[in-house]
């Protein structure tokens, strides 16, 4: 018999699903668990109770990180970055989430480019949000999938429809996961009733592998990270990112090229999308 989380929420509640679910069928690794959000958890993570003082306490700040792109190779680029106060239009964000601050990076790229997991991982959350959310996938990642010292989560979101993926299932770097969509985006009046198709990429981390797994994923005592501190390496802490020298904020992006090559070899990350051969 298959169980669905659906079918798990109706027999014991919502409250309970995530503790059962790490029992039923979670690996080491992926563990649920089921704690109240504080008031500074809920000002940081909580998109529509966002407060900023709580926020920057959890690293939700602009770092100074800035990508560099591959002279080799065409990637997706991003266009607004973590932190910004507005959307890669140049227009100002809603205040009506995250105080008007973007949780990520925006790549826009066709509707359909395939996403890749940005490192080997295991699926610990799928959701369809009301709003501009849309669908989205979350991967963990241990500290050897990353080389930071820390249980890190990469967030995908807008995607094309629910991935065929299982809460558990274990993923690789640079296998896809999902497709460029623009769910949460259409009728927005941000993007109006055509949408805008990209890809949204959030970060966070936490010093353990407890995360509650509710309406959404929320790192026990975690923290944001700047997406682009993946790709540079430590340090994670937004607030000793925002130290470092301006040429040691520059971070060259370790990518998969559309022959599969990943680049540079050892690289334990990848950019989310495949980059094409110049
Ligand atoms: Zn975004």
């Known amino acids: 018999m298959k169980i669905s989380r659906a079918t798990l929420s109706a027999w014991i509640g919502i409250a309970g699903v995530a503790a059962v ?7 080491a690794g992926a563990e649920a668990v089921d704690f109240e959000p504080d ?13 900023p003082d709580a926020m920057r306490k959890r690293g939700f700040f602009a770092t100074g990180l800035t990508p560099v792109y591959p002279s080799g190779a065409a990637c997706f ?29 925006d790549i826009p790229a066709p509707e359909g480019t395939p996403i890749i997991a940005v ?28 080389g930071l010292p820390v249980w890190t989560y990469t967030e995908y979101k807008h995607l094309r429809e629910m991935p065929g993926l299982e809460i558990g299932r274990k993923v690789k770097r640079g296998e896809v996961i999902a497709f460029v969509g623009k769910t949460g ?7 109006g009733a055509a949408g805008h198709a990209h890809l949204h990429l959030s970060a966070w ?12 994923l929320t790192p026990k005592d975690g923290h944001w990270l700047d997406p682009l501190a993946l790709f540079r390496g430590p340090p994670a802490a937004s607030g000793e990112i925002e130290k470092l020298p301006t040429a040691a904020k520059k971070v060259p992006l370790p990518y998969k090229a559309a022959d599969g090559r990943i680049v540079p070899a050892e690289t334990k990350v990848v950019w989310p999308l495949v980059c094409a051969a110049k």
Not at 21 to 27: K, Q, R, T, V, Y
Not at 39 to 51: C, H, K, L, V, Y
Not at 185 to 191: H, N, P
Not at 205 to 216: E, H, I, L, Q
């Open 21 to 27: 679910w790490a029992g039923l069928g979670a690996e």
């Open 39 to 51: 008031a500074e958890t809920i000002g940081a993570f909580f998109p529509q109770r966002a407060d």
């Open 77 to 105: 680029e991003a266009n607004s970055l973590f932190a910004s106060t507005t959307r890669g239009d140049g227009s100002g964000r809603t205040r009506r989430f995250y105080a008007g601050y973007h949780g990520g990076l």
């Open 119 to 146: 490192a080997d991982g295991i699926v610990v959350h799928l959701a369809e949000g009301d709003g501009i959310g849309g669908i989205g996938v979350v991967l963990q990642h241990a500290p050897e999938q990353t």
């Open 185 to 191: 985006t259409v009728g927005s009046r941000a993007y």
């Open 205 to 216: 981390y936490g010093a353990t592998d407890k995360f509650r797994s509710a309406r959404m």
